[in-house]
């Protein structure tokens, strides 16, 4: 079982920047596919980046593309999602989650998930 634990969430101002990290508790992420999600209350949970294991290939989605950034640490223990230029509307709860082994924005693909950290965009 692959514990997943968000952290570095909090409440930045409109065009700052966040990184978040998604930590195996009690496992290496080398061989997995890790996507990070966010919801808001009322909406569906949405893939916005994802990275797979292996050749590292990354997806995107479009309303973050060019301003997030995901990526691994070299031990394959953690991942990050580099947020710059934030807006309002990147407010939501984020989550990171793991699949064997390629990446995907699809949320029904993944088996682990994280508890999520908050992200708050706000003057």
């Known amino acids: 079982q692959v514990q997943l634990v968000e952290s570095g969430g909090g409440l930045v101002q409109p065009g700052g920047s966040l990184r978040l990290s998604c930590a195996a508790a009690n496992y290496t992420l080398a061989d997995y596919a890790v996507g990070w999600f966010r919801q808001v209350p009322g909406k569906e949970r949405e893939g916005i980046a994802a990275?797979?294991?292996?050749?590292?290939?990354?997806h995107y989605r479009d309303s973050v593309r060019g301003r997030f950034t995901i990526s691994r640490d070299p031990a394959k223990r953690k991942v990050y999602l580099q947020m710059n230029s934030l807006k309002p509307e990147d407010t939501a709860v984020y989550y990171c989650?793991?699949?064997?082994?390629?990446?995907?924005?699809?949320?029904?693909?993944?088996?682990?998930w994280g508890q999520g950290t908050q992200v708050t965009v706000s003057s």
């Open positions: 990275i797979s294991s292996g050749d590292e290939s990354t």
């Open positions: 989650a793991a699949r064997p082994p390629v990446a995907t924005l699809r949320a029904e693909m993944y088996d682990y």
